[in-house]
């Protein structure tokens, strides 16, 4: 009964492919974030939806699309992999982004 | 952007000695909150603080807000080898952007 989950844990793959990583909460939350940790753990948000709706896009290459069918589900398709896209990418939902996020466990993306 | 610096970047301290992380910006945020994060895990939330000089305790850890809610500290007492993690705050923007803004990150080892 994890609370965010996601799928992959880990991604390994070569430069110019196409991958998604898929992201579910179980709780209930309104809104949910795709946010990239770089080597340095410094964590940056990329999107967020609320019901279904994006409502941040932070000057992300437009390679990166996030799709959300329901409000429970937010998925990351990513064109084009560059050496830059590695990282690990992380998933959170909250109800009340003052009040925090529950995160999910993380992919591990590595373009070669 | 609004940057929220942490200090120390790396702290390597021995069981039972007392530390505290420095969570600084020049910007005014909604709440502010620290997270914990283990190798191969995704950040958990330990605590939000809203009120500027509010003080909170979570058995040997004591979060502080600044006044001006533009900054907070952690302090650890008797610091226990399962402390060990990178610790991270985060700033809940005020206005209508729904989105937390990281910190750099401390990141401990507490050894025997």
């Known amino acids: 009964d994890t609370a965010v989950s996601q799928t992959p844990k880990y991604l390994v793959t070569q430069m110019g492919n196409d991958k998604s990583i898929k992201c579910e909460q179980n709780l209930g939350h309104d809104t949910m974030y795709w946010y990239k940790q770089d080597s340095k753990k410094f964590l940056k948000i990329m999107f967020s939806?609320?019901?279904?709706?994006?409502?941040i896009n932070e000057t992300v290459p437009n390679r990166f699309s996030p799709k959300s069918p329901d409000k429970a589900h937010l998925n990351l398709h990513i064109n084009s992999l560059e050496l830059g896209d590695s990282a690990v990418y992380f998933c959170?939902?909250?109800?009340?982004?003052?009040?925090?996020?529950?995160f999910g466990s993380g992919t591990r993306l590595t373009v070669v | 952007t609004q940057l929220l610096e942490q200090s120390p970047q790396f702290l390597s301290i021995q069981e039972g000695e007392n530390l505290t992380v420095y969570c600084n910006s020049s910007?005014?945020?909604?709440?502010l909150q620290w997270y914990r994060q283990e190798p191969g895990e995704g950040p958990v939330l330990l605590v939000t603080?809203?009120?500027?000089?509010e003080v909170k305790k979570l058995k040997r850890l004591t979060f502080q807000f600044g006044d001006a809610r533009k900054d907070s500290s952690l302090h650890i007492t008797a610091a226990q080898p399962g402390d060990t993690g990178l610790y991270l705050c985060a700033g809940a923007h005020t206005g209508t952007a729904s989105k937390l803004t990281f910190g750099t990150g401390t990141r401990l080892q507490v050894t025997l």
């Open positions: 939806y609320n019901n279904k709706e994006l409502i």
């Open positions: 910007s005014v945020f909604s709440s």
């Open positions: 603080v809203v009120t500027g000089g």
């Open positions: 959170a939902s909250s109800q009340d982004h003052r009040w925090g996020y529950t």
